[in-house]
């Protein structure tokens, strides 16, 4: 090779390293109860940093899903093909309970140990996490129908992947979607149209749905307006004599990231469906489901922010300018530090949320009503601040983070999904407070919550003192929602941080976010944080 192409200064290609190894992650796992899952977490974790993994990832989002509508000799099939390696990353994430498992395991700390792994495989690809969640989230609501669960929970909660159209009960394992949203409501789900018509025990549902999330799932839960008003139905893609559901494709989504997943507008044309809870009451019924995604939205969010942020400090540790290692460099140790607390502070939150949601699952009637208000409030701003903290994160890398080959791309792409999934931000911000006027214990609940950090820091009291007056100020108070629900989640996170994190990160956080004014950007930390103790619990 010539001496031109001699390479030096280059930063080593980032694989071979345990994902796992993460102290925020760790510490939540264990203090949620969960630490008997951390064997099991630290395989995944090896995989996930695995060269092969990492190629899995790559090549599912280099090959899409493709759509395939009719047969060679004009026979409608509506199948969707994938990838081969999409297969790969959906048998691993199955066979490690990240879809309904814990729903089938009464160990406590089950939903922990799953939303750890979550965490922890999304980092491979974010994509094919959207029928992963799901199925997840899907138990909640087809319990509502004690006779479909009993029929489909046990194959949802199966760990084996078992892809293609066939009818369900003769499955291993089923995955389950959902279809809301359609083309004159959006969010507004109660101005659906399509209909739903009795038949016998089913429904004949027609209608044409804008978003359905992962269409190649055995079975979906979809809202339609039935003789008693909206109402959720279950719908299987293949009906039980074998036949297939008249629920037709009509193209794939051709979105700005989540390339791997397939995202598709389907039309019901008389499908069959199966009611699940009672007429009129569909969006109660629902919304258990989309209370548990936002989970997931959370923790995914978490994810985007801890796979930018080691490849942030991965590359400043290896690249050098002007002299000195990046890391070395003070405004770069800045902006790694900012990074690295917006990491730790929705990781350790989104433990504190799962856990509840063991707890909730559990009985726990006290954890439910703070998971109301507290997912709410955590989902508008974690899912926020993740397509921020892709964008610095990408450009600590320089050009080479704009290039394809770095993976930040992809990830760039990818970050704004969890705050659009199942409402945009306002819809977030506005079904907090809505939790705040019909669950008036969800607001004791919380405060109880960050109480327990009182007088440990004067700066999250003062912001906790300023949070009360907010709330104490009704006028003018959806227009102002935004700012408050930021609040909430900030000083949500601040009294995790004090009560568990370590001091450096608490303190960071507390100065940055809770006092004073943060900045427009990342690398706006005050003079006198410990960013070195910040920087040494980043593998």
């Known amino acids: 090779m010539p001496a031109t192409h001699e390479v030096t200064n280059q930063v080593p290609v980032l694989t071979g390293h345990d994902v796992s190894d993460d102290p925020a992650l760790?510490?939540?796992?264990?203090?949620?109860?969960?630490?008997?899952?951390?064997p099991e977490l630290r395989e995944l974790g090896r995989l996930a940093g695995s060269e092969q993994a990492q190629e899995w990832g790559r090549l599912a989002n280099e090959n899409p899903p493709v759509l395939r509508t009719h047969d060679t000799v004009g026979n409608r099939i509506d199948e969707v093909e994938f990838h081969p390696h999409w297969h790969e990353l959906m048998r691993t994430a199955l066979a490690n309970g990240l879809h309904a498992a814990p729903w089938a395991d009464d160990r406590p700390g089950t939903h922990?140990?799953?939303?750890?792994?979550?965490?922890?495989?999304?980092?491979?690809?974010a994509g094919h996490g959207?029928?992963?969640?799901?199925?997840?989230?899907?138990?909640?609501?087809?319990?509502?129908?004690?006779?479909?669960?009993?029929?489909?929970?046990?194959?949802?909660a199966s760990p084996d992947y078992d892809p293609g159209l066939r009818e369900p009960s003769g499955k291993r394992g089923l995955l389950a979607g959902m279809s809301m949203t359609e083309k004159q409501g959006g969010s507004d789900v109660r101005a659906n149209t399509t209909t739903a018509v009795p038949h016998g025990s089913e429904y004949l549902l027609t209608g044409h749905k804008w978003f359905t999330s992962a269409p190649m799932c055995d079975m979906f839960l979809t809202l339609a307006q039935a003789p008693g008003g909206l109402s959720c139905f279950l719908l299987p893609r293949v009906l039980p004599d074998g036949s297939r559901n008249r629920m037709h494709i009509q193209r794939l989504k051709d979105k700005l990231g989540n390339k791997s997943n397939a995202s598709a507008e389907l039309e019901y044309d008389g499908a069959v469906g199966w009611l699940v809870g009672e007429e009129g009451r569909g969006v109660r019924t629902i919304i258990d489901m989309v209370n548990m995604t936002r989970l997931d939205c959370v923790t995914g969010s978490a994810a985007a922010m801890?796979?930018?942020?080691?490849?942030?400090?991965?590359?400043?540790?290896?690249?050098?300018?002007?002299?000195?290692?990046?890391?070395d460099q003070p405004l770069m140790t800045n902006v790694l530090a900012d990074l690295a607390i917006e990491s730790e502070?929705?990781?350790?939150?989104a433990m504190r949320l799962a856990g509840a949601t063991d707890r909730a699952a559990a009985g726990d009637e006290r954890e439910a009503t703070l998971r109301r208000l507290a997912l709410a409030a955590t989902k508008y701003w974690v899912c926020k601040?993740?397509?921020?903290?892709?964008?610095?994160a990408l450009e600590c890398l320089?050009?080479?983070?704009?290039?394809?080959?770095?993976?930040?791309?992809r990830l760039y792409r990818e970050a704004p999904l969890s705050s659009i999934w199942e409402g945009s931000g306002n819809v977030a911000a506005l079904d907090t407070l809505r939790a705040m006027v019909k669950q008036p214990d969800s607001v004791e609940a919380y405060f109880a919550e960050v109480d327990l950090a009182a007088g440990a820091d004067a700066r999250l009291d003062d912001a906790v003192a300023g949070l009360r007056k907010e709330f104490a100020d009704v006028d003018g108070i959806e227009f102002r929602a935004r700012r408050i629900v930021e609040t909430l989640a900030l000083v949500l996170q601040g009294s995790l941080l004090v009560r568990h994190g370590t001091a450096a990160v608490a303190d960071a956080f507390c100065a940055s976010r809770l006092a004073g004014d943060h900045g427009g950007a990342f690398?706006?930390?005050?003079?006198?944080?410990?960013?070195?103790?910040?920087l040494d619990r980043v593998a």
């Open 26 to 38: 760790l510490e939540g796992l264990r203090r949620e109860g969960a630490g008997w899952a951390e």
């Open 112 to 125: 922990v140990a799953r939303a750890a792994k979550f965490l922890v495989w999304s980092q491979v690809e």
């Open 130 to 156: 959207c029928p992963v969640s799901m199925t997840y989230a899907a138990v909640p609501a087809l319990r509502h129908s004690p006779e479909l669960a009993a029929r489909f929970e046990p194959l949802l």
């Open 306 to 327: 801890r796979y930018g942020l080691v490849r942030a400090v991965h590359h400043a540790r290896h690249r050098h300018a002007f002299g000195a290692a990046l890391i």
């Open 345 to 349: 502070a929705a990781t350790t939150v």
């Open 385 to 392: 601040r993740a397509p921020v903290h892709a964008g610095e």
């Open 398 to 409: 320089g050009g080479n983070g704009y290039i394809e080959d770095s993976g930040m791309p």
């Open 523 to 534: 690398g706006t930390l005050p003079s006198g944080v410990d960013t070195r103790a910040i």
